[in-house]
């Protein structure tokens, strides 16, 4: 059972140039090459310029630079390493060589698994291994690490030599990437690599810069895998060529998401001379391979004399929905076509907000970020309307409707699906409709943490049903919310999963019995608030009465006297020894999820008034809030380093700590919060590779910047409104669908004037330090005039707080 991410040590290191930017000169990528691809690539236009894709390729951001279409299936991109913490995405700019371009990549994730089909262009002997990428087995230093982990991260100047093998090393001046599209120089074999995509389909294309023969190696045995020494874990593999053009392939991967099905279809711009079939890296002669480790070396005579396409469908239904998917989406081998086409879905998407601002830093940024909020969950159904499903069986799609993957709800759900509901709102539905499908499909029901059709199980809580939930709060039709209903309740009431009866039976879930139970108990609490919404909203009122006072679970597991969260025996009582900055009691595991006390005693987003009379009042509350800004950033030695980007005890760089600078607002004192977040805003994002506290998380991380930097944050998606924060934006324009815009502006705005003198919401004063989905979901202006000092009085009026639990501030 996973129930956090791994630290899987033995990643990365630093080599060679320390930043990379998508304004490389794209000159040097084919100065001396002969046989040059046809023009060169147009730079990106409109706000896609100011997009840098390789924020996130640094530290530990866990990001790709590859080609993908937004919410694509394809994620066409070269992989750096294939094995340790820091190469969950299969690239860090620091890693100094290339193994090959493989079209499945994750965006941000702890955990990880994909890096499908790897493709590398050579000349010269086929060589079947990638060799040694020539570094040890450490992880990146981060600008963001703790104390705890800094010491033991690698020197920045620690360059990687490559042993020998089919990596090459290449060009840094070469590499160059915008929305869409990817180039790079391979040193060691000198060819021009660029790649582009559809959504289910990416096209390579090749300029071997020597006249003669090449090849292109099909690394089918490729994948990501925990421990470089174990090879990624394959079953039922198949290749075959089909006419002297065509390779197509499936096989199972047992990495994170175990079982799952890829299959591909891959077509050449031109016959290949010859082709040699390998198993476990012995030639298999005949036109097919099956096995476990397969390879392909696909040989030009001619490799020199023009640039070489290869065009790659993927499916997880079958081999033939690959070649559909390849067929529909590129019939000819038109590269410039399909980049245009590409960048222009890019525009369209990252058109729906048009932010301005004086700062180029922000605005890089602010694009940078949305940009990553649309690289998951992703598409996951052919064009025929077949996906394969959570039970592994094929299903069939109405017409019109999309299945999704890649949905990191631990994360997510707290800044970039409520992100969605604003800028996406056509497409909620959809991905909510495809949580609902899962949940009737899975043998492990709601879905956690879904992958390619398997239940990876990873994180705690099952917080697909918060999105659910605050769909449905904020009123989006065309979702089945009665036929999820008995899915959930059947979890949420009746199942033995991870500690759930010790929650229903104690109240919480006792420490001494399950590992991470201060953290599961919290989270469960909030999930209970999700659930009871849910129940509202099918008619099931009496399960709503229940899961409500349970959500209120939360206190069970905080001690008055210490004013922690803290672990809990079976017995009833508190467990020492206690270290508020310490993982857990005992050695065994630990007491909480990527955390500690100090977070996890601000995990409450749904019962703050309640809560905070828990401490002995809301000034109190506002007191322990301050201190965990201002302790000691110290942290234990076995710290996870999840725990990064440290504001005192405060970690930016992990998503439990998200909504907590805005809880200032509750108790009147909001000012605290708009220092607090412009701060945050200025000092935990960069436009540059090392320009992430933490990972990425399929969009979380850049999703709190986008929509903090608009002025607002949903601290309690279900309660369907958002609270002010300070926005960084000069003004934007938000396209809501169907025809309605929201407008924003900050009057007097700048990088000293963090605080809100007033606010107006279409002319109108607004004294409250929050709005409604509903009010912004119709189309208006919301105005902020700023200031370099704090306006005490805004927010502070119990009337003007936001509400909680579904009540109003009352004290």
């Known amino acids: 059972m996973v129930t956090r991410r791994q630290f899987l040590q033995g990643a990365a290191a630093l080599t060679l140039i320390g930043g990379v930017g998508q304004q490389r000169a794209l000159a040097a990528a084919v100065a001396g090459m002969r046989g040059t691809s046809s023009s060169a690539i147009p730079a990106a236009e409109g706000v896609s310029r100011y997009v840098d894709v390789f924020v996130g390729t640094g530290g530990h951001g866990h990001t790709y630079p590859g080609a993908t279409m937004p919410f694509g ?54 060589l079947l291994q990638p060799g040694a990428r020539g570094l040890p087995d450490k992880n990146y230093r981060s600008r963001y690490d703790s104390a ?115 299959h591909f279809a891959m077509k050449l ?55 559909r998917n390849l067929d ?120 956690v943490w879904p992958l390619q059709g398997v239940e990876t199980y990873c994180m705690i809580g099952y917080h697909s049903v918060v999105v659910l939930a605050e769909a449905h709060a904020k009123g989006f039709k065309g979702i089945d919310y009665a036929k999820a209903w008995p899915v959930y309740r059947k979890l949420a009431m009746d199942e033995d999963y991870r500690g759930l009866p010790y929650y229903r039976k104690l109240g919480y879930i006792p420490s001494d019995k399950v590992d991470e139970a201060v953290s599961k108990t919290l989270e469960y609490a909030y999930d209970d608030w999700a659930m009871a919404h849910l129940a509202d909203a099918v008619g099931a009122h009496d399960d709503a009465k229940v899961l409500r006072k349970r959500s209120q679970n939360y206190r069970n597991v905080f001690d008055r006297k210490m004013t922690f969260t803290r672990p809990r025996g079976e017995n009833g009582k508190w467990l020492e020894p206690f270290d508020p900055r310490g993982m857990g009691h005992s050695s065994k595991w630990r007491d909480f999820t ?110 709190w910047y986008v929509i903090s930097a608009l002025g607002l944050y949903a601290v309690d998606p279900v309660s369907a409104h958002y609270v002010f924060g300070s926005p960084l934006l ?10 309605r815009k929201l407008a924003v502006v900050a009057h007097g705005n700048g990088p000293d004037k963090p605080y809100i003198q007033s606010i107006t919401w279409n002319g109108k004063p607004w004294t409250k330090s929050w709005i409604s989905h509903a009010e912004l979901a119709q189309g208006g202006t919301l105005a902020f005039t700023m200031g370099a000092t704090p306006n005490k009085k805004f927010g502070a009026a119990p009337a003007d707080r936001p509400p909680s639990f579904g009540a109003a501030a009352t004290s």
């Open 730 to 739: 000069d003004s934007a324009e938000v396209d809501l669908g169907q025809g």
């Open 73 to 126: 299936m394809v994620q066409l991109s070269p992989d750096t390493n294939d094995a340790g913490w820091d190469a969950c995405s299969g690239y860090h700019q620091n890693d100094g060589s290339i193994m090959g371009f493989s079209h499945t990549h994750l965006s941000g994730t702890g955990a990880s698994d994909m890096l499908d089909v790897l493709v590398m262009p050579a000349q010269g002997p086929v």
């Open 269 to 323: 711009s031109r016959p290949f001379t010859k082709a040699e079939l390998f198993s476990n890296d012995a030639q298999v002669s005949g036109g097919q391979a099956a096995g476990t480790h397969l390879k392909a070396a696909l040989h030009f005579s001619d490799a020199g004399d023009a640039p070489l396409l290869a065009k790659v469908g993927i499916s997880a239904v079958d081999i033939d929905g690959a070649m």
């Open 594 to 703: 990527e955390s500690n006390a100090w977070e996890a005693t601000f995990l409450n987003q749904h019962d703050l008034y309640d809560y905070m009379k828990l401490f002995g009042s809301e000034a109190a509350f506002e007191k322990k809030l301050d201190t965990l800004f201002t302790t000691s950033s110290e942290l234990p030695a076995d710290a996870p380093p999840d725990i990064a980007g440290m504001v005192g005890q405060y970690a930016h760089g992990n998503e439990p700590s998200h909504h907590v600078a805005y809880l200032y607002a509750y108790t009147g004192a909001h000012y605290k919060t708009q220092s607090r977040v412009r701060m945050l805003l200025d000092t935990m994002y960069r436009a540059a590779p090392d320009g992430l506290a933490g990972n990425e998380d399929c969009g979380q991380m850049s999703a």
């Open 328 to 447: 529909a989406e590129i019939p000819d081998w038109n590269f410039e076509r399909v980049q245009r086409a590409a960048a222009d879905a890019w525009e369209r998407e990252l058109g729906r907000i048009r932010f301005d601002t004086s700062s180029a830093t922000v605005r890089s940024t602010f694009y940078s970020a949305l940009y990553h909020t649309m690289l998951a969950p992703t598409l996951f159904s052919d064009v025929d309307g077949r996906y394969r499903g959570m039970d592994l069986k094929v299903h069939q799609l109405a017409e019109g409707e999309h299945n999704y993957s890649t949905y990191s709800l631990w994360d997510t759900y707290r800044a970039q699906h409520p992100l969605l509901t604003l800028y996406q709102s056509e497409r909620v539905p959809d991905l909510v409709n495809g949580l609902v499908r899962m949940s009737l499909e899975s043998p492990a029901g709601p879905p």
């Open 148 to 262: 705890a982990v800094a010491a033991e991260r690698l020197p920045p100047d620690l360059v990687g030599v490559p042993g020998p093998g089919y990596r090459s090393r290449y060009d840094r001046a070469s590499e160059q990437a915008q929305p869409g599209y990817y180039r790079v120089r391979l040193t060691d074999h000198d060819i021009l690599a660029e790649l582009t995509a559809t959504l289910r389909a990416g096209l390579h294309r090749y300029t071997f810069g020597k006249k003669g023969s090449g090849h292109l190696l099909v690394d089918f045995a490729h994948g990501f895998h925990d421990n470089a020494k174990v090879p990624c874990k394959v079953t039922d593999a198949t290749l075959k060529l089909v006419g002297n053009d065509t390779l197509v392939g499936s096989r199972r991967v047992h990495q994170w998401a175990n079982g799952r099905y890829i």
